[in-house]
């Protein structure tokens, strides 16, 4: 065991300004209690430290357990040192340890920390510039005269405000439904445009983390409010104008090489060499390639059409609905021509209807025509009057589809297509390859026409659930063969976000918008999916190569 044999205390007074004067009191209390043979030598010393009001007292205990109270000035603090010497014996086999001196220095001063003070400026400063210069936010005091005159027993009751928008620059106002939500929010949108004019923009949207149904059917509401410039996408600039015509310009000529491309069996030997032998170093004169381009030219003519169509389609479908669109940007790609196009909604929404109305013209317009070419081109192809027009394109093309494979092995007939080259019209190819775009911008995920149409008629929740799938297939190569890879990175990089919420974000599309899209879906996945070699073989769709 060991002991605390001597305790000294030597107290020093010690003087000096400060400016401005600080006045610290302090009471230490030492408290030395005996330590087990584990802990042999080990010295607690608990401190507590006070304040007095007026001048201050300070007390102190000695060794003997006297204590002595005394003021100090303002300008004075109290050094303390002790020192204290211990000294153990311990028996271990008959041996004794030596002793053990110990000294122990306390001082006492007080301190002032400014790290905390200017964390917490910097802090405020950071919000104060996230304010300025994020979305402008709704002014509170007229979010206190649209609720005192919009809302109340008749219309919607509310218990609660929260945050709304992407950065919480709106409000979203959550209570009770007092009656059909359609009438109801004609009626808050008149009086809002009554209070304030056009300053702001009102949402019905799902109650967030609702518990349950309404009583009336359907999904619990909530009404968000944003200001206009800030929910309403911007103008147009002109360096968009000028980057939408580069990329159309540069998907004419991939639409043109592709034409070209159809005919290799008619190219020169060096050209075609060129650009299939990895080890050629020289580059053709590409002058030879000239006396092709009026013949690539119908191919070309039908890519781009199948594109315009689309949009022509999307637009036709806005107009009466009073949704303005964006000029489309054209994705240039030279195996199918173009991967479609990217066009955004310029204005807000009114409801889901329009939203799968608007994103399903689109692929419908530009699927008939292919449709069309694609029928067609096969008539032509088989009709032996038609033969000096028709291009010889591997065997292989088709079984990169499905649902066309089995179209054109049972229009062509067995001995046609079960061969290395299968002679086609250019029509055939220019229908295919708006086929597959089609069936590209339908797949259900991010902001594609076909994610933007499933969003509209099952809810932001499914196109979670379809996206992944999606993400998925493209992933594994089910879908679209080697253009998975190419068209994933495309919408992840592009088309990945999901479209903003319609005015009318609560009120279902019915059940025919639902049937026409889910049969559109299917025949998407018979387009994309490719055509396995037991099935080719077996219908002589190609050579199938064994090993």
């Known amino acids: 065991m060991g002991t605390l044999t001597s305790c000294s205390f030597s107290i020093m007074n010690l003087r000096f300004r400060m400016n401005p004067p600080i006045s610290c009191n302090f009471s230490r209390r030492i408290q030395m209690k005996r330590m087990s043979k584990r802990s042999l030598g080990r010295l607690i010393i608990s401190c507590s430290s006070g304040s007095g009001g007026g001048g201050g007292g300070g007390s102190s205990s000695n060794d003997n357990g006297s204590s002595n109270d005394g003021k100090l000035e303002k300008d004075s603090s109290n050094l303390a040192t002790v020192t204290e010497e211990t000294e153990g014996e311990r028996n271990s086999g008959g041996e004794a340890s030596d002793s053990e001196d110990s000294s122990v220095s306390i001082s006492s001063r007080p301190t002032i920390s400014t790290v905390g003070s200017t964390y917490n400026n910097f802090q405020v400063d950071s919000f104060k510039l996230m304010e300025l210069l994020g979305p402008e936010k709704v002014d509170p005091s007229e979010v206190k005269i649209i609720k005192e005159k919009l809302f109340g027993y008749s219309t919607f009751w509310v218990t609660k405000e929260e945050p709304f928008g992407d950065f919480g620059e709106g409000i979203l106002f959550l209570g009770n439904l007092r009656g059909k939500r359609e009438d109801v929010f004609a009626k808050l949108q008149s009086q809002l445009s009554e209070v304030m004019g056009d300053k702001y923009n009102l949402f019905m949207v799902e109650e967030p983390n609702s518990e349950g149904p309404d009583p009336r059917g359907g999904p619990r509401v909530s ?99 009073n949704v303005k669109l964006s000029i489309p940007y054209f994705i240039p790609n030279i195996t199918l021509g173009s991967f479609g196009a990217i066009t955004q909604f310029k204005s807000i929404l009114p409801d889901r209807k329009a939203k799968v109305d608007i994103s399903l013209a689109g692929p419908f317009a530009g699927a008939a025509l292919s449709s069309s070419m694609f029928a067609v081109g096969l008539l032509l192809s088989s009709n032996p009057s038609a033969a000096a027009e028709l291009v010889q394109v ?154």
């Not at 994610?451 to 979670?464: T, W, Y």
């Not at 026409?516 to 998407?524: M, P, Q, S, T």
Request: aromatic letters at 10%.
């Open 223 to 321: 009404f968000g409010m944003l200001r206009k410039e800030v929910s309403e996408p911007g103008p147009t600039s002109l360096w968009q104008y000028v980057i939408a015509f580069l990329l159309f310009l540069l998907t004419i000529g991939s639409s043109v090489e592709l034409g070209i491309a159809s005919q290799i069996t008619r190219l020169p030997p060096e050209v075609v060499k060129y650009f299939t032998d990895p080890n050629a170093i020289e580059p053709p004169d590409m002058q030879l390639l000239l006396p092709f381009v009026d013949s690539a030219l119908p191919l070309a003519y039908g890519v781009l059409g199948v594109q315009l169509f689309h949009e022509i389609g999307h637009f036709l479908a806005a107009f009466p609905r």
């Open 394 to 547: 591997p065997s292989t093309l088709f079984q990169g589809s499905l649902l066309l494979g089995l179209i054109s092995r049972a229009t062509l007939g067995y001995g046609a297509m079960h061969a290395a080259m299968v002679p086609i019209h250019p029509l055939v190819i220019a229908g295919w390859c708006g086929l597959t775009t089609s069936a590209f911008n339908m797949l259900p995920v991010g902001c594609l026409d076909g994610g933007r149409a499933v969003q509209g008629a099952f809810g932001k929740g499914s196109l979670v659930g379809f996206g992944l799938a999606t993400y998925s297939l493209l992933g594994l190569g089910v879908l679209g063969g080697p253009l998975s890879l190419p068209w994933g990175l495309y919408v992840l990089i592009c088309q990945r976000s999901p479209e903003k919420p319609c005015l009318n974000d609560v009120t279902e599309v019915g059940t025919w918008r639902k049937a026409a899209l889910g049969v559109a879906i299917f025949l998407v996945l018979l387009t994309l999916l490719p055509v396995w070699d037991e099935l080719a073989e077996e219908l002589g769709i190609g050579l199938v190569t064994t090993f």
